[in-house]
C-alpha cells in the first residue's frame, strides 16, 4: 500500500523519525494524500443523502439571496464538482469545511516552517495552497450562518430554529434571543415560538394512531387465540364425552360468541386473566418514534466512547509531565485533544438529551390525545369501568410517567456499557485489585435499597399525617365563623399542632435517614478509591502506585459513579412504567361506541321512528327498553311520561346512540339538539355556551336570549353575556344552567329536539313561560320536532301526542284526551300527580310574589356580603375566581375583552363593592435577599453557622485527601530504584483512610444539623403562619378565597419542610466542590487564577440570563397543564351532548391547541436547559483546556502528581458546574414559599383576644344591651350598613329582629360579637363597653345558633364541648333538651360518635339540633338565635321553638327572623330598614299601626295575632 502511494508522490510516504524531534512534522506524502483524502472521502459517502431533495420533489426552490451567490461562487471556484442547489447550510457541509481546515493546518504550518527556513522552491504552489486555504477558512465561516431567504422571513419569526443554520442548531444559538427577552420582562406565553410542523400534536397523534390501529387488531387476534387455547384446555375434554354432537356444536358456537362480549369491560380485573389486547404499545410507540430513537442512540455511542478517550489523554499528559525526554508539542496536541474531545462530547450530549427530550414530551403528548380521541368514541359499558377521575389521571399520572422514562430509556444500555468499559479500563490499569472497589461500590446499593425502603414507609406515614393536618386546616377555614363567634380558635389551633408535632417527628426522622444515604454516597467514591489502591499497594511489593495509575483510575471511578446511580433508578421507574403500560393498553384496547342501530335513511311522514327496539346498558344486560315500535312525524311535540325509573331517560339515550343495542333499530331523519336532564355548562362565557361553536347571528341570538328568560339573569351577572362561567357552571344556580343548556340547543337550530325533563330545575312560573316561549305549540320551535320527557302534568294538555312508559315498555299513547277515555296507566298517574301539582303550583306561586317583593324592596343598598346565596358580590367573587384560572389558558377574543371592560368602565358606583376578591399577587423578578435570611433566621442563626461550617471541613478534608494522593504518587518518582519502604506505604495509606473518613464525617455532622435546623425553621414558620391565620379578622376570610390559604398550608409548607433544606444543602455542596476544584487547580498551576476570573463572569452572565427565564418558563407550564385537564374533565362529564350534537371533531382540535399551548412551553423550557448546558460545559472544557495548557507550559516544575491533581479534578467540574446552575434555579424557585407564608404571617390581625381589662365573673348577669348611636360599615371603603342604632334590651326580654334583605338585620349579629368594629357609637352589655374587653372573653360569654349548621370532623362530643369543660351529665342533659337523646343513645359509640367532615353523616335537621345542644350547654345570658332560613323542616322547627321558650325563658334573646310567624310571641320587635331603626315596639301594637311591619305581616299572610299558632 505504502510502496504504491510512495510511487504515487514521489517520496516518502512514512517515516517515523519525522516525529521523534522537537520540531516534528508529517512527510509531504503523506499530507499530499491522506489529509486531502479523509475530508474529501467524508464528503463523497454523505453528498447522495443532500443532493435527494433535488431529485425528489421538483418543488420551487427558494429564491437567491447574495449570501447563497457568494456562496455557490465560492464553493463552484474551489470544488467545481459540488455543483448542487443548497437550499439551507446542510451539516455536511460544515463538517466537511471543519476537517478540510483541521487536516490544512499541518501542510499550512509545514509549509510556513520551511518558507522561513530556505526560500521558497515551488512559488505557484505555495501561493496557491495559501489562497485556497484562505478561501476554505472565509467559507467555513460563511456556513456558520443560515441564508433565510425571503418567504421564510415570516416562518423565522415565528420559530427561528426552522431556518437556523447547522451551527447554531447544535449550539442552540438561535434561542438566545428568546433568554435576553426572558431576562428584559418576565416571559408570557405570546411570546414563546411556535412548533414545528411536525412536532404538533395533531402531526404526530396521526403517525401513531395509524401505527396503533394496525398493532391493536394484531393484538385482538393475539387475544381471541389465546381464549381459545384457553378454552380446549378447560372446556373440550370433559363434556365433549357426554352430549350428542349437535350438542356441543351448540356450546361451541356460544363459546364463540362469549369472548366477543367478554372483551366489553370484563369487570374481573382481580383474576389473573385480565382480558385486554396487550403488549402493543411499547411496539407502536417505538414504531412512531423510530428516527428519533435511532438518532438519540448515535449521539449516545459516540459520548459513551469519548467519555473513555479523557482518562486516556491524561494518563498521557501525566506521562509526559513526568518524562524529562518528552517534546513539546506532544503536550500541546495532549491539551488540544483534551479540549476537542470534550467540547464534541458536550454536544453529542446536549442533542442527546434534546432528542431524549423531545422524545419525552411527544410520547406524552400523542398518548394524551389518543386517551381523549378514546373518551369521545368510547362506549357507553366501557365508560362505566373508569370514573373521570380514574381518566384524568391516566392523563396526568401516567402519560407524565411515560414522559419521565422516554427522557433516561437509553440508560437501559448505555449504563451498563459504561460499568463494562470502565471496568475493561480500570483492569488495565490495576489489574485484579479494582474488585475490591467495584464490591464495595455493589456492597452501597443494597445499604442504600434498605435505607430507601425505610424513607418510603415513612414517607407514607407522613402523608397520612399531612392529610390530617390539611382536613382540620379546609375545616377550619370553611367554618372559621363559627369558630370566631364561638371563641374556640385555641382548641383547634391545639388539634392542628398535635398533628403538625406528629408530622415534624416523622419528618426529622426521614432526614435523618436521608443523611446517612448522603453520607454513604459521599464516602463511596473515596472508599472505592481507597479500596482498590490499598489492595493495589498491599498485593504485592512491586506494585507502586504512580499518577498514571491512580488519577486515570480516579477518572474512571468517577465516569463508573453515575451509570451505576442511574441503573437502579431507572429499572423501577421501568416497573412503574410497567403497570402504566397496562392501563393505557387496558384503556386504548376498549369497545368503541357501536351506532350500527341507529339508522339516517329518509322515511316520508316520520322524523323517528323506532322499530321494536331493545336497548340495554350493558351487552349481557337487562333491557332498559323492550320492543318499542313508535313512529313521531315531522313537526309534533311528543311528552314521554311514567313513573320514576320507567325508562324515559334510557329511551332518550337510545335515540342518541349512547345504549347497547339487543334488537331492532331507530331511524332518525336530520340533525339532533339535546337538552340533558342535568345541564352540562362549560367553562367558557355565557355567549360561547349557547353558541357551541355555531356562527353568531345576533338577531337569532337575542330572540334565544329572550325565550329562554335570560335577559333577567344577564343584567345580574357583572359582565352580560361575557361573564366568565366557573367549572361545572359554578356561578349560575340550577335554573339558570338549565336555561343556558336549553338556550343552545334552540340556537344550534337541529330538526329533532330531545329535551330530558328540561323543566324541573326551574321555578314553576318560569317553566310556564319556557313552555309557552320555547317548547309550546306557540313557541319558538314550533316547526320542529320536539320529544320532551316530563314529570310536569299541567303541560299535558296542550301536547300532540303522549307516550306513556311502565316498566320500559311503551303501555300507551296517543293525544290527552284519547288516553284519559282509554282509563289506563296514564288516568292513574294523573290522579295520583294531578292532585299534588295543583297545591304545590299554588304555593310556588305565593313564594315567588314574596321573593320578588322583597328584591324590588331596596335596590339601591349595598348588597350586603352575608345574605342572599347569589347576590352580585358572591357572583363576583365566583366569577373572579374562574376568570383568574382561565386568564392566561384563553385570551379572551378582542372584541369580547373590549365589550367586558365597557362593562367594568360603566357602573363604576357598583363596583366598589362588587370586586371583592384581590388578585392574588404573584411574584416575578427576582428574590428578594432578604428572604434566604428570614429563613436562616427561622432555621437559627447559630445552626445555619455551624452547618456551614460543617461543608467547609468536609472540603477541606476533600483537598486535603486529593493533596495527599498526589504526594503518595509521587513517591513512584523518588523511590524509583528502590524498595519501597513499608512503613512509608502504611503511613501513605493510613492518612489517606482518616483523611477521607474525616470528610464523610464532617458533612454527617452537617447534614444532620441541618436537619434539625431545618426541622425548627419548618416549625417556627408553621406556627406563625397558623396562630396569625386564626387571629385576623372575618373580613379577610371573605376576601380572599378559602383555596388560597389552603395553598399556604399545603404547597407552600411542604416546600418549606422538604424542598427547601435539599435544595440549600445541595447547593452549598456544589459551591463548595467548585471552589475546591478550582483552588487545587490553582495550586498545581498559579497563572490559572488569572483564567478564573473571565470565566467565572461569563459564567455569572450565563446564569443569571438563564435563571429568570427558566423561572417564567416552568410558571408557564403549570399555568398551561391545568387547561388540559379540566377540559378533559368537562369533555367526559358532557360527552353524550358533545356525541348528540356531533361536535366531536371540534372537540378534538380544542384539545390539540390546549396540548399545543402546553407542548410549546415545555419545548422552550427544555430547550432553554440546553442552551444553558452547552454553554456551561463549554466553561467546562475551557477549565480543562487551560489546566492542561498550563501544566504543560510550566512542565519542568511540576510533579506528575500534581498535574493528575488538577485536570482529573477539572475534567470533573463541568458536571458540577451544571448542577451548580440547576440548584440556584431551584433554591430561587422555592424560597418563594417562604415569603408567600410571611406574607400571611404579616396579615394585620383583630382586636387582642384578652386584655387587662377581664369583665367581672360571671357576667353578664342580668343581659340588658344598649345600643348607643350605633354605626358599622363591613370595609373601610364601604357605605355604613347601620346608620346610628339606639335602642335598649331589657333583661330577659324577647325581642324579633325584621326587615327586608339587606336591612342589616345579620349585621347586628355580627356587631355583638364585635366580627365588625364599630364605626361609631358603642354598645353596653351590662354596664360593660363590649369593645373595651378582650374578644374572647365577649363571645365566651354570649351565645348564638347560627343560620347555618356547621359541624367538624371528630367526635359528637368534641363538637358540643371542644375544650372539655363541662361533665357528661351535663352534655347528655343538654342532648335531651335538645330532642337527640335518644338518637344519640341508639349510636353504637354514643358521645363519641364520628362526624364525617362537614357532617355529611347526620341529617340536616339533626345538625341543627347539635347546634341548639352547643347552646344549651353555653347557657349564657344572652341568647342570638339567627334563624335559619330554608334547612329545617317545620317539624324541627317546631322543637327548636318550643325548646329555647322553655329553656331560655330567664335569658335576653334576640330572634333575627325571616318568617314573621316565630316573633309574633315576643315582647318587643325592632323593624330595621336601610341600617336604621324604623319601628320598635310590640307585635300587637305595630300590627294595628299600619307601618313597615304590618306591610310585612300581610305580605306573610298574617292578619292578627291569633292566626300566628305554629
Not at 335518644?1382 to 335537621?1405: I, K, R, W
Request: proline fraction near 3%.
Amino acid at each position: 500500500m505504502s510502496a504504491a502511494l510512495e510511487e504515487f508522490c514521489g517520496s516518502v510516504f512514512w517515516n517515523a523519525s519525522y516525529l521523534t524531534r522537537p520540531d516534528a512534522d508529517l512527510p509531504v506524502c503523506f499530507q499530499q494524500t491522506v489529509l486531502v483524502w479523509v475530508p474529501l472521502g467524508f464528503f463523497w459517502i454523505l453528498a447522495p443523502w443532500q443532493v435527494l431533495p433535488m431529485c425528489k420533489s421538483r418543488a420551487k426552490k427558494s429564491s437567491v439571496t447574495k449570501l447563497y451567490i457568494i456562496k455557490q461562487l465560492l464553493v463552484l471556484l474551489i470544488h467545481d464538482a459540488r455543483r448542487f442547489c443548497l437550499r439551507r447550510d446542510s451539516g455536511i457541509l460544515f463538517c466537511f469545511w471543519t476537517l478540510s481546515l483541521l487536516c490544512g493546518i499541518l501542510p499550512f504550518q509545514s509549509l510556513l516552517r520551511r518558507a522561513l527556513q530556505a526560500p521558497i522552491s515551488d512559488m505557484p504552489r505555495f501561493v496557491l495552497f495559501f489562497i485556497s486555504y484562505g478561501l476554505q477558512l472565509l467559507l467555513f465561516l460563511v456556513s456558520g450562518f443560515s441564508d433565510v431567504a425571503p418567504e421564510t422571513k415570516e416562518i423565522t419569526k415565528k420559530n427561528p430554529e426552522v431556518t437556523a443554520s447547522f451551527l447554531s442548531s447544535i449550539t442552540f444559538e438561535w434561542y438566545t434571543s428568546m433568554v435576553f427577552k426572558g431576562y428584559r420582562k418576565p416571559l408570557e406565553i405570546e411570546d414563546i415560538w411556535e412548533l414545528k410542523g411536525k412536532d404538533k400534536t395533531q402531526a404526530i397523534y396521526a403517525v401513531l394512531e395509524k401505527n396503533m390501529k394496525t398493532a391493536v387488531r394484531k393484538a385482538q387476534a393475539e387475544l381471541e387465540k389465546r381464549k381459545r387455547k384457553k378454552r380446549r384446555r378447560e372446556g373440550d375434554p370433559d363434556h365433549g364425552n357426554n352430549m350428542s354432537k349437535a350438542q356441543s356444536q351448540d356450546i361451541l358456537v356460544l363459546e364463540e360468541k362469549q369472548p366477543k362480549r367478554k372483551k366489553k369491560g370484563d369487570k374481573g380485573d382481580s383474576d389473573p386473566r385480565k382480558d385486554f389486547p396487550r403488549g402493543w404499545l411499547v411496539k407502536t410507540l417505538c414504531k412512531t418514534f423510530w428516527q428519533n430513537l435511532l438518532l438519540s442512540v448515535a449521539f449516545k455511542l459516540v459520548h459513551d466512547g469519548l467519555v473513555f478517550v479523557s482518562p486516556q489523554l491524561l494518563k498521557l499528559l501525566i506521562a509526559f509531565v513526568s518524562d524529562e525526554e518528552s517534546f513539546a508539542w506532544q503536550g500541546y496536541l495532549y491539551a488540544i485533544l483534551l479540549f476537542l474531545t470534550a467540547l464534541i462530547q458536550s454536544l453529542c450530549l446536549q442533542q442527546y438529551f434534546s432528542l431524549c427530550f423531545q422524545l419525552g414530551i411527544n410520547v406524552r403528548a400523542s398518548l394524551i390525545a389518543a386517551i381523549y380521541k378514546k373518551a369521545l368514541t368510547m362506549s357507553s359499558a366501557t365508560r362505566k369501568e373508569s370514573t373521570v377521575g380514574e381518566t384524568v389521571n391516566l392523563m396526568s399520572a401516567d402519560a407524565q410517567r411515560f414522559m419521565d422514562t422516554a427522557n433516561f430509556v437509553h440508560q437501559l444500555w448505555s449504563s451498563p456499557l459504561q460499568i463494562i468499559l470502565s471496568i475493561v479500563f480500570l483492569w488495565r490499569e490495576l489489574g485484579p485489585s479494582v474488585l475490591a472497589g467495584i464490591a464495595v461500590i455493589v456492597l452501597l446499593i443494597p445499604i442504600n435499597g434498605f435505607l430507601v425502603a425505610k424513607a418510603k414507609t415513612i414517607q407514607v406515614r407522613n402523608m397520612k399525617n399531612k392529610d390530617e393536618r390539611m382536613k382540620t386546616m379546609n375545616e377550619i377555614l370553611n367554618g372559621i365563623k363559627i369558630l370566631k363567634l364561638f371563641a374556640w380558635e385555641p382548641s383547634f389551633e391545639k388539634r392542628v399542632n398535635e398533628v403538625r408535632a406528629r408530622e415534624l417527628k416523622d419528618l426529622v426522622n426521614f432526614s435523618y435517614l436521608q443523611s446517612i444515604s448522603i453520607f454513604l454516597f459521599t464516602c463511596a467514591p473515596f472508599l472505592v478509591s481507597l479500596a482498590s489502591f490499598a489492595v493495589y499497594v498491599l498485593v504485592d511489593e512491586n506494585n507502586i502506585l504512580d499518577a498514571q495509575k491512580a488519577f486515570t483510575a480516579i477518572s474512571l471511578f468517577n465516569v463508573l459513579r453515575f451509570p451505576m446511580a442511574m441503573l437502579p433508578l431507572v429499572l423501577s421507574s421501568l416497573v412503574q412504567t410497567n403497570v402504566s403500560t397496562a392501563r393505557l393498553e387496558r384503556y386504548l384496547g376498549r369497545e368503541d361506541l357501536d351506532t350500527s342501530a341507529i339508522h339516517h335513511n329518509p322515511i316520508a311522514g316520520s322524523a323517528v321512528r323506532f322499530s321494536e327496539a331493545t336497548f340495554a346498558w350493558e351487552q349481557d344486560g337487562n333491557a332498559a327498553i323492550r320492543d318499542v315500535t313508535l313512529d313521531i312525524a315531522p313537526g309534533s311535540l311528543v311528552a314521554v311520561v311514567g313513573a320514576v325509573g320507567s325508562g324515559k331517560s334510557s329511551l332518550v339515550s337510545a335515540m342518541l346512540g349512547e345504549m347497547e343495542n339487543i334488537k331492532g333499530h331507530v331511524n332518525i331523519q336530520g340533525s339532533l339538539a339535546y337538552v340533558p336532564q342535568q345541564a352540562w355548562i362549560q367553562n367558557a362565557t355565557l355567549k360561547d355556551n349557547i353558541l357551541f361553536g355555531s356562527e353568531l347571528d345576533e338577531a337569532r341570538y337575542q330572540q334565544v336570549i329572550k325565550a329562554c328568560a335570560l335577559l333577567p339573569d344577564l343584567e345580574l351577572l357583572p359582565a352580560g353575556d361575557q361573564t366568565e362561567i366557573g367549572e361545572k357552571g359554578i356561578n349560575l344556580s340550577g335554573g339558570q344552567k338549565q336555561r343556558v343548556s336549553l338556550a343552545r340547543a334552540v340556537y344550534s337550530n337541529a330538526d329533532i329536539y330531545v329535551l330530558d325533563d328540561p323543566l324541573s330545575a326551574v321555578d314553576a312560573h318560569v317553566g310556564k313561560y319556557l313552555f309557552e316561549h320555547v317548547l309550546g305549540p306557540k313557541g319558538l320551535l314550533q316547526k320542529k320536532t320536539r320529544i320532551l320527557v316530563t314529570h310536569s302534568i299541567s303541560f299535558l294538555p296542550q301536547v300532540d301526542n303522549i307516550v306513556v312508559l311502565v316498566a320500559g315498555v311503551v303501555s300507551e299513547h296517543g293525544s290527552y284526551s284519547t288516553l284519559l277515555a282509554n282509563r289506563g296507566a296514564f288516568a292513574q298517574f294523573l290522579n295520583l300527580y294531578g292532585s299534588q301539582e295543583e297545591d304545590a303550583s299554588e304555593k310556588n306561586t305565593t313564594a315567588v310574589a314574596l321573593a320578588g317583593d322583597e328584591e324590588q324592596g331596596d335596590e339601591d343598598i349595598e348588597p350586603c356580603v352575608e345574605e342572599g346565596p347569589d347576590d352580585v358580590v358572591t357572583m363576583t367573587l365566583k366569577r373572579d375566581a374562574s376568570i383568574r384560572q382561565r386568564e392566561l389558558s384563553r385570551s379572551l377574543s378582542k372584541s369580547s375583552t373590549n365589550s367586558w371592560k365597557k362593562a367594568q368602565e360603566e357602573p363604576p358606583k357598583k363596583l366598589k363593592g362588587q370586586q371583592l376578591i384581590e388578585k392574588e399577587a404573584v411574584e416575578t423578578g427576582k428574590v428578594k435577599f432578604s428572604m434566604y435570611l428570614r429563613y436562616l433566621h427561622a432555621v437559627g442563626l447559630w445552626y445555619s453557622f455551624w452547618v456551614a461550617m460543617g461543608y467547609v471541613g468536609q472540603y477541606v478534608a476533600f483537598v486535603g485527601t486529593n493533596l495527599w494522593l498526589s504526594a503518595w504518587t509521587d513517591d513512584a518518582q523518588h523511590y524509583l530504584n528502590q524498595t519501597y519502604p513499608t512503613e512509608q506505604r502504611d503511613l501513605r495509606i493510613g492518612v489517606f483512610g482518616v483523611l477521607g473518613v474525616s470528610q464523610a464525617l464532617f458533612l454527617l455532622f452537617a447534614t444532620i444539623l441541618s436537619a434539625r435546623g431545618a426541622m425548627r425553621a419548618s416549625r417556627v414558620m408553621h406556627q406563625q403562619l397558623l396562630s396569625n391565620i386564626l387571629r385576623v379578622p372575618m373580613s379577610f376570610f371573605d376576601t380572599t378565597p378559602t383555596g388560597r390559604i389552603v395553598n399556604r398550608f399545603a404547597k407552600d409548607i411542604f416546600t418549606i419542610d422538604e424542598t427547601i433544606p435539599m435544595s440549600f444543602r445541595s447547593w452549598l455542596s456544589c459551591f463548595m466542590a467548585i471552589i475546591s476544584t478550582l483552588l487545587m487547580i490553582s495550586l498545581a498551576t498559579p497563572f490559572f487564577a488569572l483564567v478564573i476570573i473571565p470565566l467565572s463572569i461569563f459564567y455569572y452572565f450565563v446564569l443569571r440570563f438563564y435563571v429568570s427565564t427558566s423561572r417564567q418558563l416552568r410558571r408557564l407550564d403549570s399555568v398551561t397543564r391545568s387547561p388540559i385537564y379540566s377540559h378533559f374533565g368537562e369533555t367526559v362529564s358532557g360527552l353524550s351532548v358533545i356525541r348528540a350534537f356531533g361536535h366531536q371533531e371540534r372537540f378534538l382540535q380544542q384539545n390539540e391547541s390546549t396540548m399545543d399551548i402546553n407542548q410549546k412551553s415545555v419545548y422552550a423550557w427544555i430547550v432553554s436547559n440546553r442552551w444553558l448546558a452547552i454553554r456551561l460545559e463549554f466553561v467546562g472544557s475551557l477549565v480543562v483546556f487551560f489546566s492542561a495548557l498550563l501544566a504543560v507550559i510550566s512542565k519542568g516544575t511540576l510533579e506528575g502528581g500534581i498535574v493528575g491533581l488538577s485536570v482529573s479534578s477539572a475534567l470533573n467540574v463541568t458536571q458540577t458546574l451544571n448542577w451548580l446552575v440547576r440548584t440556584s434555579s431551584e433554591l430561587e424557585t422555592n424560597i418563594v414559599a417562604v415569603e408567600r407564608v410571611h406574607e400571611y404571617t404579616k396579615v394585620k390581625n383583630e382586636a387582642p383576644w384578652v386584655t387587662e381589662k377581664r369583665p367581672p365573673h360571671g357576667w353578664p348577669s342580668k343581659g340588658e344591651i344598649q345600643f348607643v348611636d350605633y354605626k358599622v360599615r363591613y370595609r373601610p371603603e364601604l357605605e355604613l350598613v347601620l346608620q346610628g342604632i339606639t335602642c335598649n334590651i331589657g333583661s330577659t326580654e324577647k325581642v324579633g329582629v325584621v326587615g327586608r334583605t339587606g336591612a342589616g338585620k345579620s349585621s347586628l349579629t355580627n356587631c355583638l360579637f364585635r366580627v365588625l368594629e364599630a364605626a361609631g357609637g358603642m354598645i353596653i352589655i351590662d354596664e360593660v363597653d363590649i369593645a373595651t374587653i378582650g374578644l374572647h372573653d365577649l363571645r365566651q360569654n354570649l351565645t348564638i345558633i347560627p343560620q347555618d349548621p356547621v359541624l367538624f370532623s371528630g367526635t359528637l362530643r368534641m363538637n358540643l364541648d371542644p375544650f372539655d369543660q363541662y361533665t357528661d351529665e351535663e352534655v347528655w342533659k343538654a342532648l335531651e333538651l335538645a330532642h337527640l337523646k335518644t338518637y344519640v343513645q341508639d349510636l353504637p359509640e354514643g358521645l363519641l360518635h364520628l362526624v364525617s367532615e362537614a357532617g355529611e353523616n347526620l341529617s340536616v335537621g339533626q345538625r341543627q339540633l347539635v347546634c341548639l345542644a352547643r347552646a344549651l350547654l353555653r347557657k349564657a345570658k344572652i341568647l342570638i338565635l339567627d334563624e335559619a332560613t330554608a334547612a329545617v323542616d317545620l317539624e324541627t322547627d317546631h322543637l327548636i321553638q318550643t325548646t329555647i321558650r322553655s329553656e331560655f325563658a330567664d335569658c335576653t334573646v334576640l330572634t333575627i327572623a325571616h318568617r314573621l310567624h316565630t316573633i309574633m310571641d315576643s315582647n318587643r320587635v325592632m323593624v330595621l330598614q336601610a341600617g336604621r331603626i324604623v319601628e320598635y315596639d310590640s307585635p300587637e301594637e305595630l300590627l294595628k299601626k299600619h307601618g313597615v311591619f304590618s306591610a310585612l305581616a300581610k305580605d306573610a299572610g298574617i292578619t292578627n295575632i291569633e292566626t300566628t299558632v305554629l
